[in-house]
């Protein structure tokens, strides 16, 4: 066999084999959309035959819902929206603020009573939420915090999601130690360290945790139930939840229509966020 | 104590070399950098004892607890949907855990290096992890899985007689499970990351060497993304042991049909806010806090022989 | 391509933006009552927007009664409603009036959690409600609420089925098990099984409640036990599985989990031909299956030896213990039940007002599938009934037994004696707890 052959042979495998991953990809993509087209469709559908058409090209058109569900509650849609943005930005800045700080103290730092502290941590993750929900109401209460956005903004500033200090304990490991030491070695002091070297080299960590960190506050449905009462307090979960009684009639298809509206947001999001995923170690290099 | 096991973990870093087995200096400044963790305790650690000094009582949220000692804990041994809920859950974490892992890891290898339109499949697939807080779900699900809905009409197709996916209590499980493996989106962005953690040189000088990819993979991808797969692993494993939305979701709150849907969570939930009996729950919480401890100490233990930090 | 200083800059900034306009809201404090000077009520329910706006409506009309007093009201979905109402009173921090579930309604008041309404004489006027409609929230010599609406399980047909089929639909009033049985025989054998005849919950405690009562037999006992035979729930299973393998009922399986809204209904999608359905939403139920249905009475009762049928009511409305406003939440209450203005604008998405008199007067702005329930209520609330007192804590045990074994006689895991013999030691130990 020439070595021609073998070139050829190997190009037509590649492609062969390009041609048989996106065919695989595609498939996989059709069942991976279906919930989000039948979605659309179904805010598209008028409310009285959402469980009879079960096309996915609605029978009947309605296109009302989007209008009217922006109006429907007692207030305009956008003020539903901009409520969970608020609470979702300052969230996310909570979190990479507080979280990166501890997560570097447990991964890289030596100092009495840390793996007591990393082991409550983790244990904190471990019990079920329905169980403390009583008295985290109750400290809430004392603190005089009901009916507003503390309880859902501030823990996230205080470094109480175990989730993500793990997470980024766990990407912090996986750097080479050579680079705090060369750090250390050029003078460098533990926070500039933090702040220089292992910061950077984290973005693929910062950009799962603020992904992770908006899609979980954007959907939280308990805490702001519990802690907010007013409705011009409510955020999109609430108001959405809105739409629906099992006892009463249901809007189904303006539910479906403000549904979408906001998942919009957190599709954005995603997309803007997935850049800074493959932007580690890999592609800025080891200097 | 439950948190024994927690004590091997390794945060100092994996397995320490005899070579460099002298402990760098305390570092003070440690605890500067976890001062906001140690104001959080307020709202993680209060709530958390609390409910462990419950665990022992008669509570019932309205009136003063009394304390009860074991009682609570002897309780869940004779009472048989605690035994239902154990089997529900082991069941779905052992079998949906490895499974959505797997799925994770694959798509994102797929997706890590070399596809067109990248960003648009990851969106894609990470879809349905998106679609999980909402109301819309469990309409999607009957409409999914219904009798009459699209599976079922798919299957026919090749001659399979109608299923009740959320019907039939030998079925039901099964359902859940596929749709906890069809939302991997969050364990793949995770592994996605990871990959991307690993110098793609290590990749080019393995090539020249000859290394098929099935030993690129043996030899890089495993070993480097191991903190990456072992904090999927732990993180997966607590969070299908505490599955509640997708099971309260699934059964209007039921955990049928004939509790063949019963997750340890979920019972627990009904225990408490629906029976009142939140002493019994809070037990049961910490019951499985021991159950997890166990499964991710025991896992903590073996990370060592897989598990490759970089000292 | 973005550089991350301008990116950063640019999430300070919405950030900062947003949180501007979002200040005075979700930031500040509370303590808006001791500001004002005016008192403040809490109020509580459960229900969709639609009905808060009919709520509010009646609360607008309150308030400009009684200038010296704000409602403030939250309402969520059933489900959130009552996680939330038991973490507020597991903290302490109640709401003044709330609506409050049945089933739940002994979990609060035997722990002392809702005000005796006896304790204040005077205020809320029940001179216009029904014996049935008192006896309703009677919990020893105390009242610790009263019915927001009453209702009461009615049979609902799909006349348009029957018709196209050619099947008679039986006499409501006079009508036996039996007879049901041979209907549904009847819809699902002429339709070619494209109709079942009927689809009736043996899992709701609600339907096992009417059945038990024929018997002669009492759900829970005076003293606060479960009273229903082993015979008597072995032959209600039973019943359902004669009827099922006739043809007259779905196969296993035909019922699924999610969804209990009348439009996620069988009748409303035009599986089933007949279903029982809580009295007051007949107007829902008929929207979506097409209009032609009509309401029957419950089989059995000319024939039993004792009526099954009650008066029940989807809610209450109750006062917490702990309110520091008990007068000006009796006040509010007593309007809510007494004022003809106020149910005229509520409408009757809470059932049929408790006051006949309230009833009467507001009858003829309703729609009329509202005035067809109305008038069976009415009619009902005239007849001598077997009153069932509101049931003792631990009954929402009972109905997850209910709940988890009534798929396996469905399934063919246990026979209906099996099934009765588990409900009862669940209930025994449920109600001894």
């Not at chain 2, 002493?279 to 990370?303: D, P, Q, R, V």
């Not at chain 3, 399986?253 to 409303?268: C, K, L």
């Amino acid at each position: 066999m020439t070595t021609d052959e073998s070139y050829i042979e190997r190009i037509g495998n590649s492609r062969r084999r390009r041609f048989t991953k996106h065919l695989l990809l595609c498939l996989a993509s059709i069942v991976m959309l279906y919930p989000l087209l039948w979605l659309v469709s179904s805010s598209l559908k008028p409310t009285g035959i959402v469980f009879k058409d079960l096309s996915l090209w609605p029978a009947e058109w309605d296109l009302s819902n989007y209008a009217g569900g922006w109006t429907a509650l007692q207030f305009p849609f956008d003020l539903y929206l901009v409520n969970s943005v608020v609470i979702v930005v300052l969230s996310i800045l909570g979190n990479l603020l507080s979280c990166s700080l501890a997560a570097y103290a447990f991964a890289r730092l030596n100092f009495r009573g840390r793996k007591l502290f990393f082991a409550l941590t983790l244990g904190t993750m471990m019990l079920p939420g329905h169980v403390l929900l009583v008295p985290q109401y109750i400290v809430f209460a004392k603190l005089g915090w009901l009916n507003t956005y503390y309880p859902l903004i501030v823990p996230n500033f205080l470094a109480t999601s175990a989730f993500y200090i793990f997470l980024m304990v766990q990407f912090i490991r996986s750097l080479p130690r050579e680079l705090d030491e060369a750090a250390r070695i050029d003078g460098a002091g533990t926070f500039r360290i933090f702040w220089s070297v292992i910061l950077p080299l984290c973005k693929p960590a910062f950009a799962t945790t603020a992904i992770f960190t908006f899609i979980s506050t954007w959907n939280e449905f308990f805490s702001p139930l519990l802690y907010l009462t007013e409705q011009e307090l409510y955020t999109v979960p609430l108001a959405l939840r809105q739409f629906i009684d099992s006892e009463g009639q249901s809007q189904w298809g303006q539910m479906f229509a403000m549904s979408f509206v906001s998942l919009a947001p957190v599709i954005g999001f995603f997309i803007a966020g997935q850049k800074y995923l493959v932007k580690g170690i890999a592609t800025t290099g080891l200097k | 104590m439950t948190l024994a096991p927690v004590e091997d973990l390794a945060v100092s870093g994996a397995p320490v070399s005899p070579r460099k087995a002298a402990k760098p200096p305390q570092d003070r400044s440690g605890y500067l950098f976890i001062l906001p963790w140690f104001l959080g305790m307020a709202f993680t650690i209060i709530p958390f004892f609390a409910s462990l000094y419950l665990a022992f009582t008669d509570y019932n949220l309205l009136n003063v607890p009394n304390w009860i000692g074991l009682e609570n804990f002897a309780e869940m041994f004779s009472d048989d949907t605690w035994w239902q809920s154990v089997k529900v859950t082991f069941v779905y974490t052992f079998v949906s855990v490895p499974l959505s892992l797997a799925a994770a890891l694959g798509v994102a290898m797929l997706l890590n290096r070399g596809v067109r339109g990248l960003p648009v499949y990851r969106a894609i697939f990470y879809l349905p992890s998106l679609l999980g807080g909402s109301v819309a779900l469990v309409l999607l699900w009957r409409y999914i899985f219904g009798l009459n809905g699209i599976v079922n009409a798919f299957l026919g197709f090749f001659g399979v007689e109608k299923i009740g996916w959320t019907s039939d209590p030998d079925y039901a499980l099964t359902t859940l499970i596929i749709l906890h493996i069809w939302t991997f989106g969050s364990p793949m962005v995770i592994f996605l990351a990871g990959l991307k953690q690993i110098p793609a040189m290590y990749y080019e000088a393995a090539a020249i060497d000859g290394a098929t990819k099935w030993q690129q993979f043996r030899k890089i991808t495993l070993p480097l993304l191991s903190p990456i797969i072992f904090f999927n692993l732990i993180q997966s494993l607590i969070s299908s042991f505490q599955t509640f939305t997708q099971g309260f979701i699934f059964s209007g709150g039921k955990g049928g049909p004939a509790n063949s849907t019963m997750f340890y969570n979920l019972y627990l939930y009904k225990q408490g806010f629906e029976q009142f009996h939140m002493g019994y729950a809070s037990a049961m919480a910490w019951m499985l806090l021991i159950i997890i401890a166990a499964f991710t100490g025991l896992n903590f233990l073996m990370a060592k022989r897989w598990v490759h930090y970089d000292n | 391509m973005i550089s991350r200083r301008d990116m950063l800059r640019t999430a300070g900034l919405t950030g900062l933006g947003l949180a501007v306009a979002a200040c005075g809201r979700g930031f500040g404090g509370g303590g808006s009552e001791a500001a004002s000077g005016k008192i403040e009520l809490n109020m509580v329910w459960w229900g969709d927007a639609f009905r808060a706006q009919k709520t509010q409506a009646a609360l607008d009309l309150f308030m400009k009664a009684n200038p010296g007093i704000t409602i403030k009201t939250e309402y969520q979905d059933s489900g959130p409603y009552k996680d939330k109402l038991a973490t507020r009173f597991a903290a302490g921090n109640p709401p003044d009036l709330m609506m409050m579930r049945m089933d739940s309604l002994r979990e609060y008041a035997d722990r002392k959690s809702l005000l005796n309404l006896n304790d204040h004489p005077g205020i809320v006027d029940t001179a216009n409600l029904s014996q049935a409609a008192v006896n309703l929230t009677k919990v020893g010599d105390a009242v610790y609420g009263i019915p927001s609406g009453l209702n009461a399980i009615g049979f609902i047909v799909n006349k348009t089925i029957t018709d196209q089929y050619g099947v008679t639909i039986p006499d409501g009033a006079t009508w036996t098990w039996q007879d049901l049985a041979k209907f549904a025989k009847e819809v699902t054998d002429k339709s070619g099984k494209k109709v079942y005849g009927t689809l009736v919950d043996p899992a709701t405690l609600a339907n096992l409640v009417v059945y038990v009562s024929q018997q002669g037999e009492d759900l829970f006992t005076a003293d606060g036990k479960f009273g229903v035979s082993e015979a008597t729930l072995t032959a209600w299973f039973q019943m359902f599985e004669d009827m099922r393998k006739e043809g007259g009922f779905p196969p296993a399986g035909f019922v699924e989990t999610t969804g209990s809204s009348p439009d996620q209904s069988y009748i409303a999608k035009g599986s089933v031909a007949s279903q029982i359905i809580p009295s007051n939403g007949l107007l829902g139920y008929n929207k979506v299956a097409g209009g032609n249905l009509v309401l029957l009475g419950i089989p059995g009762e000319a024939t039993a030896k004792r009526r099954g049928t009650n008066i029940g009511t989807p809610a209450l409305w109750s006062i917490a213990a702990s309110s520091k406003h008990p007068k000006e939440a009796l006040r509010l209450l007593n309007f809510l039940i007494n004022d003809v203005e106020a149910n005229k604008a509520m409408g009757t998405t809470r059932g049929v007002p408790a006051s006949t008199v309230v009833a009467d007067a507001i009858k003829p702005t309703m729609e009329k599938d509202d005035q067809v329930a109305t008038d069976y209520l009415i009619g009902l609330q005239k007849q001598t009934l077997v009153a069932v007192p509101p049931y003792p804590k631990g009954a929402s045990g009972i109905q997850d037994e209910l709940t988890a074994v009534a798929p396996e006689v469905e399934h063919g895991r246990l026979t209906p004696a099996e099934a009765a013999k588990k409900v009862i030691e669940a209930a025994t130990k449920a109600l001894s707890q």
